[in-house]
């Protein structure tokens, strides 16, 4: 749990140093109800009620996609109207694109074989809608006892986010779920918006 949260308290500090035009609502609110929100969610999973932390475990990344959305909407009439300042843009671009990859491998990591509490009570990770290498080959792994029982943790699928937001691909992760493969096109999709706009206001076609 602790590298998700510290990732998302980040993701909600970057977005507190976003330009004012670039942000829904005052800047420091998305770190005020990531904060808020995650506080209850890790007392519920340290007693034990897990679906309430599931629950506002989604809350969180909904707000957080959301905020990143609605931001990449702003940038992009940010770069049509060059309305910022050439070091302001790459700066707020870099955060959204950061953001991009964290709210996906958060989903990523919620979602894949029923969520990380459910993947715990599981033996072996085998029915997941990633197929990482590790599933289907006998090492190597990062620890010796893990060969046989290996499940993936946050790291994993955010390694999976990050190569899908500059590879545009899963590289070395294939995609077996449907679902899956939607939030994927969405995450490629942001990250291209991004990349492309900053590319063509570089050259000055916009």
């Known amino acids: 749990m602790w590298p998700t949260l510290l990732t998302l308290l980040a993701t909600g500090a970057l977005f507190a140093v976003m330009p004012d035009n670039l942000a829904v609502g005052p800047r420091w609110l998305l770190l005020a109800l990531v904060a808020g929100l995650l506080l209850p969610a890790e007392v519920c999973h340290s007693i034990g009620k897990h679906k309430w932390c599931r629950i506002l475990g989604y809350l969180v990344i909904t707000i957080v996609t959301a905020a990143m959305i609605s931001s990449v ?3 992009v009439e940010a770069i049509t109207y060059r309305t910022m300042h050439p070091v302001v843009l790459l700066r707020s671009a870099a955060i959204l694109w950061v953001t991009n990859i964290v709210a996906f491998a958060v989903w990523y990591w919620r979602l894949d ?12 990770h085998d029915d997941g ?8 080959i006998e090492g190597p792994t990062d620890h010796a006892e893990e060969v046989e029982n290996w499940k ?16 545009l691909s899963p590289t070395d992760v294939p995609v ?10 969405i995450q490629s999709c942001i990250s291209l ?11 000055n076609i916009l």
């Open 73 to 75: 909407g702003l940038l």
């Open 113 to 124: 074989a029923g969520g990380p509490h459910k993947r715990n009570m599981c033996d072996l």
């Open 129 to 136: 809608a990633f197929l990482f290498p590790q599933m289907s």
């Open 152 to 167: 993936p943790q946050f790291v994993d699928y955010l390694f999976l986010a990050f190569n899908t937001s500059t590879a």
């Open 176 to 185: 077996l779920s449907r679902w899956a493969k939607v939030l994927m096109m």
């Open 193 to 203: 918006t991004i990349v492309v706009l900053l590319a063509a206001r570089a050259v």
